[in-house]
């Protein structure tokens, strides 16, 4: 927690950039992807909730809110502005506080995303359900929700490696390729101390 | 946890922000003060969608390539390596011819109905429960919203917003989009609503059609048009839309319903085209494809 502060001060430009490149795959490859049930993983809210693991509450509920905000705003995004940066902000705050319990054991973090995953998605349905949205109605959040949790925990592994490799480049330790839980653990020692 | 006082500060502020921002926008509907932020962000954003998917389309090529033929795999790593560079030129020449037939697609069905159309391609795609996409095209190529958007097989959305150089389509197949729609050969006229994502929905169609007459003659295999809308904005009459594929019996209710199959593959949307002028007359069906050939239907 006392190094979060300083990662804080250290890396947003890299985390600003992941978060970036997030969005971009989101919406143009991941939401256009042919799943069966026409349902996405949602690569952004997997990303806000692998940086928290790593960095801690407080870099995970602002790179929450500010991915929340810009998913808001970027085309073709038509839903009521706010959702997504109340969400993520929630949910990067939530996977923040369980990061000291990170190097317990070494498939904790990939649990952690699927569960984030699964407060995400039900937090923004609630979200859409209590505003009256015509498309959360309650039929199709029933319909959508089970594989959307399915498909953010398929594609997770992938999103926690991937913000793992990017987000530590100039660190000496460097995940050694695979799902690179020696770089990580490694990695949390340190910043246990 | 020396600080957690200033970081509960800082989720606090974070959540009354983010809670403030869903009241405004929603409180102020069509014309929130906040639809600004909207169009920065497309002013930002929409060129690096652009580039985003330009440098995506090749690596979709290759993942395609990929897939189709695993048994390449196996054999020696650089007949592999060439195989694959080959395999990837030839992908993409079909891509490109397969851009080229849509496109030439969408220009026969637009010279059939009189739309004086725009072609864009589709290069990104909502998430949530929203079905929208972004299409490379905007107020520079005279894309207005309330605009109609079509591909050659049928109707795809309408515009509902448009930055510079993209510009936001609500597919039909959205849970708030509503088009008005008529049967072939009738009068019969109705409202097509979208079902929204479909998730672990089985043998659900996207789209569900509403008719205002309760004993209105209908049967499986009808083809839909859209009825046009008062003005031709935001809908141009005449654009296929689908053909009725289950009627849905609900005894007692004051209209009928029906599930639509549609003409467009709303999943594998590329090439549109937006309709920047309508017709001069309404085409009635004459944008229909023909009855017996087997329609290109989507899903």
Redesign the interface.
Known sequence: MLNSVEEVRSGPFRSVLIIVVAILLQVAVANRLPLPGSVTPDLVMLTVVALALFKGETVGMVAGFFAGLATDLVPPADHTIGMYALVYCVVGYLSGLVSPEMDRSQSLPFVAVAIGALVGNLAYALVGVMLGDPRADWSIVSRTVPLAVLYNVLASPFVVWAVLRLSQRNERLEPRGGLSVPGFSARLGRQQR | ???TRR?RL??GV??V???????V??QGGEN?P?RG??G???TV??P??RV??GV?RPV?NTFDALRDAPGQRRRAEDLQRENQRLREQLRSNTIDKDRAAQLERLLGSAGLGGYKIVAAN?????????????IDAGTLSGVKPEMTVMTGEGLVGRI??A?PA?A???LAT???STVGARLEDSKEIGVIKG???????VGAT?LRLQLFSADAPLAVGQRVVTLGSKGDRPYVPGVPIGTVDRIEKTPGSLTRTALIRPYVM???LDVVGVVVAPPQRDPHDAVLPPQPAASPSGS
């Open positions: 946890m020396r600080d970081t800082v989720l974070l959540l922000t983010s809670l403030l921002l869903i009241t926008d929603h929130s906040l932020l909207r920065l962000g497309a954003f929409g690096l969608e985003a998917s995506v979709g589709v290069i990104s795609a909502g998430q949530g429960y929203e079905d929208t996409v972004t509902t917003r930055g993209t936001t389509v609500l959205d849970a708030s079902e929204g994502r479909r998730g672990l929905g996207p709303f999943t594998r």
